[in-house]
């Protein structure tokens, strides 16, 4: 929900970014024992992502916000979940919160390690509904 407080991961990077935005989509989780998820149904998701970094651009950036929101809200605004590439290539993974927020902390790093500064994605934090939420945090291999 944008302008609620979100969980804060612990760092030691001088930056800290933080890009909140929304998107509509539809998803199912199919399989049998997932009870009413199992049928296509929509959310309006709440997004918050959290970057940090030592080094800004030649912009003064960290990384441009707009970025951000493009790579993500461009992919999934107004689409069925299951539809995207991820999931139609994966049998195994369903769009679940948990399995969508670790998505999109993989495209977004993925986008920042082709950056001269190379920030880092410290969490995405994934509302689905108003009592539902997902923070992804990935595991750092101990850097700062
Ligand atoms: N661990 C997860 N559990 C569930 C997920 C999920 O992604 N990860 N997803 C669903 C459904 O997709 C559903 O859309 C959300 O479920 P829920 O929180 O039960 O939604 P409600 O609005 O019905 O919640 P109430 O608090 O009961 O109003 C289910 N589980
Ligand atoms: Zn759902």
Known sequence: ??????????????????????????????????????YVHGHTYYANVTIAGEDLNELGFLVNFQTIKKLLHDRFDHGVMNDDEFFSEKSNEFPSTEVVARLMYEIIQEYLDTTENKPTCLQIFLRETPTSYVVYRPKRGGKA
């Open 1 to 38: 929900m944008i302008q609620q407080i979100y969980p804060t991961p612990t760092h030691d990077f001088s930056y800290e970014l933080n890009k909140d935005f929304h998107f509509a989509a539809a998803h199912s989780i199919p399989h049998e024992t997932a009870g009413k998820c199992q």
